[in-house]
């Protein structure tokens, strides 16, 4: 199910188009809104655990390890 998120904070993102190409460094701007299915999970980091999210875009691109505290749901 895909959900409108909008980015609060602004950060720099790999982004998958394709299995075998290579990944494209975007700019995420906060404020900027987009549809997106998320499939979230918890990393353990060296500060402890930090739940991210991979966020599957309508248009077939992935992001992965987005933290949720860089984003919210607006619907």
């Known amino acids: 199910m895909y959900h409108l998120i909008e ?3 602004a950060f720099h ?3 998958e188009a ?6 494209e ?3 995420v701007l906060k404020g900027i809104r987009a549809y997106a299915a998320l ?5 353990e980091t060296a500060a402890g655990p930090v739940e991210v ?3 599957h875009f309508k248009d077939g691109t992935v992001t ?3 933290r949720f505290e ?5 619907e």
């Open 53 to 55: 999210a991979d966020l």
């Open 39 to 43: 499939q979230p999970y918890v990393l």
């Open 7 to 9: 980015f609060d904070t």
């Open 64 to 66: 992965r390890r987005v």
């Open 18 to 23: 394709a299995p075998k190409q290579r990944l």
């Open 25 to 27: 460094r975007l700019r």
């Open 70 to 74: 860089y984003f919210h749901f607006v």
């Open 13 to 15: 993102a790999d982004l």
